[in-house]
Structures are given as structure tokens and as C-alpha cells.
């Protein structure tokens, strides 16, 4: 049986055998996450021997050359991950991939509970932890600031938003903070990380009360960058700024059971909305369920929340729905 990463290998070779087009029919259907593990996992590959490619898929052997090796190729790479998710998705993760050894230690955090994380990174300096926390997917980002103290939590989401770039020579200082887990650093471009997209992204994952504690500290230092952080958070009740036909699209993509728990915490106007985008015996089956449904934990009622949020971000990242209300490209999340 293969290891997780032999079978991501297999994977990367797979991909870059099948060629640009159906490679990114492939990578469509998976995540930001595993996209990004198959991304570098293509960019790290080295040439393979044709009897290696064969015992991987020899059901697509009629496609190679003879003796010809696989090998990755950065443009190769660039393109497929391009076609597959468009300009703006796959520029994000391309920044990320084409960085090299310089995340490699970020990447083993990535497989790391957020309170082992949070106490491995807590004492070095709170620009450390913001370069760090900017690689990471916000929800894992947003677990370990809660574990944080509330001035330590301040202080790095404040260096976040206020983050223009990772230049190479921060990534080799947060390598040496992370010495346990790394090795090798190489020269790399600036990386588009960090700013008040991000951080917003990072505190629709702490939870309401430290994300009050936050920006009320971010206010204290700039508020106007208090206000343009909020402006960016992408909140449940926001839910309400989706058109009719995109709340239908993502009821298709929600159990009833989170739903349920989900609505216990939402506003009227919300319930109402998503009741009329129902059909009629769907909204009464809903509402006896609300209604027989008991008191629920806010964890539980929020936990729910951020599940159907990230669902909303997918479809909207697919172009399946948008928000309301800002116009333009700002009406994606």
C-alpha cells in the first residue's frame, strides 16, 4: 500500500502525463488544498524513467513516446493550473508552489492540530507568526489565532493586514524559526501574500468575540483599516446579499441537518430568505424542523456556519454564484 506521498507523486505523474487539457478537467473537481499538494508535487518532480510511468497507469501507455522521460516543466505546470481555475485562483497558488523549499516547513504545519501549531510558534516574533499564518488556509490560520493571547492575537492579525508581500529574505527568517521541520532555503520572487483580504479571510474563522477584540485593537491603531478589513469579511448573515438563483445553487449543496443547525442562530430575514427559495413542502418540512429543534450550542450553530461559508467561497471562486451589493469584481468571495 502506497504512502500519502507516494500516492501524491503517482498523482503529480499522472497529471503531467495526461497533458494540459486533461489535467485541468481533473484539477476542477479538487480543492485549493489538494491542488496545491499536486502543484508542488509536479514542480518537484524529477525526470521518470517510462517503466515507472507504465507501473503507475499502464492502461495509458499507448500515449508516450517510447523510452521518452516524464518531467515537469514550470510553464507546463503554469498553464494547466491556469486553465483549471482561472487567473486570479491559480495565481495565488502558483506563488505558493513555484517558492520551493523556502514553505517547506509551512507545509508540515499544514498536517498539524492548530493548538500543537499555536505552541510551537507563540514565543518568536508576532512578524514571524503573521509570515506564517499568511501560508496557511485561513480557517487552520483562524483556529490557531484563537489560540493566542488577546494582545499577541492583535498584534499579528494588525502585521497581516498591514503585510505587503513576503520578500525571500523573511521566508529564509521564518525557515530558521522552524528549524525542526525544514531544510534549505532557495531565491525566490516576492510573493503576493498578506493585506486586508487576508486578514479579513483569517477572522471569518476566529469566531465573534476575538474578532470583535481584533478589530477593535486594528481601529484603535487605523480606522480606516478597521473599516476595510470589515468591509472584506465575508460573514453568515451576508448569506442574505446572494441573488435568488444563487441561494438555490447553494441549498443544492447543503445537507438539511446542517442547515438546521446552521438557521438557529440566523436572523428572520435570513430564514424567510432562504424559505422562498424552497419549494413549498421543502420550506414546511424546514420550518417543523427548526421548530422541533432544540436549544443547540453557538460552537455547534457556528461550527455549521463556516461549513455552508466555505461552500458559499467554492461556488463562488466556480462562478456558480456571487454577492450582491458591491459590483464589479468585488462581488466575488
Known amino acids: 500500500m502506497s504512502t500519502p506521498e507516494e500516492g501524491i507523486e503517482k498523482s503529480a505523474l499522472l497529471l503531467l502525463t495526461l497533458g494540459g487539457d486533461e489535467a485541468a478537467e481533473v484539477l476542477k473537481h479538487l480543492g485549493p488544498r489538494e ?194 478589513i470589515l468591509d472584506e469579511m465575508f460573514v453568515f448573515e451576508n448569506i442574505m446579499d446572494i441573488d435568488d438563483r444563487g441561494i438555490q445553487t447553494l441549498l443544492r449543496e447543503v445537507q438539511s441537518d446542517s442547515l438546521v443547525v446552521a438557521l438557529k442562530g440566523a436572523a428572520p430575514e435570513l430564514r424567510e430568505k432562504i424559505f422562498k427559495n424552497m419549494s413549498q413542502r421543502a420550506a414546511e418540512m424546514l420550518r417543523e424542523d427548526l421548530e422541533a429543534k432544540g436549544p443547540v450550542r453557538l460552537s455547534e450553530v457556528e461550527a455549521e456556519q463556516k461549513e455552508i461559508l466555505k461552500t458559499v467561497r467554492r461556488l463562488a471562486e466556480e462562478g456558480q454564484l456571487m454577492l450582491g451589493g458591491k459590483g464589479g469584481d468585488d462581488a466575488f468571495v
Open 35 to 228: 491542488v496545491q499538494k499536486l502543484g508542488m508535487a509536479m514542480a518537484s518532480l524529477k525526470a521518470q524513467p517510462r517503466d515507472k510511468v507504465e507501473l503507475v497507469i499502464d492502461e495509458l501507455e499507448s500515449h508516450f513516446e517510447k523510452g521518452a522521460p516524464i518531467e515537469a516543466n514550470e510553464e507546463q505546470i503554469r498553464n494547466m493550473l491556469t486553465k483549471a481555475l482561472g487567473d486570479d485562483r491559480a495565481g495565488h497558488i502558483i506563488a505558493r508552489i513555484m517558492q520551493g523549499s523556502d514553505t517547506a516547513g509551512i507545509e508540515s504545519l499544514k498536517w498539524m492540530d492548530a493548538a500543537t501549531t499555536a505552541d510551537l510558534i507563540r514565543n518568536e516574533h508576532p512578524q514571524i507568526i503573521a509570515t506564517i499564518l499568511v501560508h496557511l488556509e485561513f480557517d487552520q490560520a483562524g483556529e490557531i489565532l484563537k489560540q493566542f493571547t488577546d494582545r499577541l492575537r492583535n498584534d499579528v492579525l494588525l502585521r497581516i493586514a498591514t503585510l505587503d508581500g513576503v520578500q525571500p529574505v523573511a521566508l529564509k527568517e521564518l525557515n530558521e524559526a522552524l528549524t525542526r521541520m525544514l531544510s534549505g532555503t532557495s531565491s525566490i520572487k516576492k510573493a503576493a501574500m498578506g493585506g486586508v483580504r487576508h486578514a479579513a479571510e483569517i477572522l471569518n474563522f476566529v469566531g465573534a468575540q476575538a474578532e470583535t477584540a481584533v478589530l477593535d485593537n486594528v481601529r484603535e491603531y487605523d480606522p480606516d483599516l478597521a473599516q476595510r
